[in-house]
């Protein structure tokens, strides 16, 4: 589970589970320019860095380089799975661009540039994130042209057709908004038929789905096999069957040169821990024979391994199939921020003093807490289904007894979000809706900071803090528990971040720090996140309602003090915080209720305080943001290029450093992709 996927500038946040996601970043001073790589239709790409990389020893950056390898080789899969003809048009696409003639500023090259950048970007003719198929901004004469013009040899033919043909075959898979309109599509009659995906063959039916899966669970198993994660469901001759993607399987060429650099990095271990080795030879393993059994062995020696190199790879995440039962090929290789690391660990030592110190009753407290500590880590290289969009938080492994049995590691990724929140110097955004040059000089000083650190506190301790009354259902609060317990979770980090404790436990540099989080909060609570609301509807994610929820109720509640305004200045809306200090104890206050509300399974109270403060919007206000955020031009989708790492080697051919360097473009990556790790054919039936 992702638990944040960013897939967004500054705004457009979706998450997929659980918890916090992350909203506005935002901080101002001159620098990161370079943080900026490209932009074209509704993307920016943006370039992270991999602080701390240079210092680690040459055996973790060995490690990081072949993990890095098998990242990549990966690519290609995920563009078959996302549809059949993706590998087609990409390649037909590149070969274009590359063998070009005619004038490249005419308005039909340049549109296939643009096109060409977005099939990279969403690995695919459909969006990343909005799943529609996006057309060409070119002419179907151009293209045909174009295909025409090519040496044979790189129009990506099917066996026996010809040129015309292809061009026949693939225009109206581009151009024709009706044919493959929705990679997923969730609110069909039929979900598979009507998505365009490759996870399931040719005439395949939901029913039919459904059917051969429930037919291979047993109710009574406690320990039940990911069943369907890594196959293509076909019919044969009017028969179900799977072909499961592993080395001897399908995308097995694309496997195969995965596998092999796993082998690398295996061979290559130094003290490697008590699970490392293990881990990756059942990765391996698994890899070989497509056996869902070895799968769940490996995830649980990935949960139990603690080396400082980490990583994922494979088919992992369900959220393209809509029955959510095949899996995406994904890869991220990481290393612990060992830093950022002990910040989460003294939250987590000192969880039993903030739960005896919480506002809540007493009678809602935990006698015994256990704080989670949760690892921050640096992102070396993102691959498959993370690149170029790429979450900010990952939680693993995704099978339920796994998790309660041995348990999963949850993950915040600070050089992504530090990312995220460098490019947003230039936006102009905190120049839009930031009241006043102390309230953007704080968020400038203390916002990032104070942002992971609401993160941690929201995780480490939030969701683990309070206790139900004896008796109480767990799931009382139906359909509100999630918005009430993200708001739980957020009033936990509000509240403390404010705390002497914090400076204390040296977390935090200065005791007016926590401002930065509190004005960033109210503001993007009360107006800005209101940027991803469509005009006239409610909000519905229980994130964004929770965090209307919290912002609304103590602006009501602190009116008669004056504690948090709606200041007009030429006709712009502001928020004004005037005073700090009874703001946390507003939210004190609130978070006092929220917990009896859990606590005691109080429905009537829980929908009645949702519905009044979480649902609906301010219309007057709302239009005034989108107008002034619609004047700010920014893209709402954003994603990465990678660093380039190379092998330094001695006149006897023995490795003796890894580098790394960030001087690769956007395009210039992807074209290098497709030539380096392309072993796919174009077409896997
Ligand atoms: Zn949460």
Known sequence: MKKNLLLALSVLTLSMVGCKEKGEQIKINDEEMKYEVDEFADIQVLRYEVPGFEHLSLADKKQIYFLSMAALEGRDILFDQNNKYNLAIRRTLEAISENYKGDKGSDEFKALEVYLKRVWFSNGIHHHYGEEKFLPAFSQQFFADQVKSLPADLVPVKEGQTVDQFVEMITPVMFDPHVMAKKMDQSAKDVILASANNYYGEGVTQDEVVAFYNAMKDPNDLTPLSYGLNSRLVKENGVLTEKVWNVKGLYSPAIERVVYWLEEALRNLHNPGPYREEMLSLLIYY??????????????????????????????????????????????????????????????????????????????????????????????????????????????????????????????????????????????????????????????????????????????LGHGSGKLLPGVDPNALGEQSSTIEETRADLFGLYYIADAKIVELGILPDSEAYKAEYYKFMMNGLMTQLVRIEPGKDIEEAHMRNRQLIARWVYEKGRADNVVELKVRDGETFVVINDYEKLRGLFGELLAEIQRIKSEGDYAAAKAIVDAYAVKVDQKLHAEVLARYKGLNMKPYRGFVNPVYSLVKDDKGEIVDVTISYDEGYAEQMLRYSKEFSTLPTYND
């Not at 809602?364 to 289904?385: M, N, P």
């Open 287 to 460: 890899y070989k024979t497509g056996d869902l059994s070895l799968f769940d062995k490996y995830c649980i020696a990935w949960v139990e391994d603690e080396g400082k190199v980490d990583f994922v790879n494979g088919f992992t995440e369900v959220y393209g199939d809509a029955l959510g039962i095949k899996a995406s090929w994904e890869s991220i290789v990481n290393f612990r921020n060992e830093n950022a690391t002990k910040r989460t660990k003294i939250i987590s030592d000192n969880a039993q003093w903030f739960e005896d110190n919480s506002p809540m009753d007493s009678r809602f407290r935990k006698e015994k807490v256990k704080g989670v500590s949760a690892k921050v880590i640096t992102v070396a290289q993102l691959g498959g289904d993370c690149y170029p969009a790429t979450p900010i938080g990952i939680n693993l492994p995704n099978a339920d007894w796994i998790r309660k049995e041995h348990g999963s590691k949850s993950v915040t990724i600070e050089n992504i979000m530090e990312a995220y929140d460098k490019a947003s110097l230039h936006t102009g955004f905190n120049d839009e809706f930031v009241y006043s040059d102390v309230e953007k000089e704080s968020l400038s000083k203390f916002g990032f900071i104070t942002d992971v650190l609401h993160t941690d506190l929201h995780e480490c």
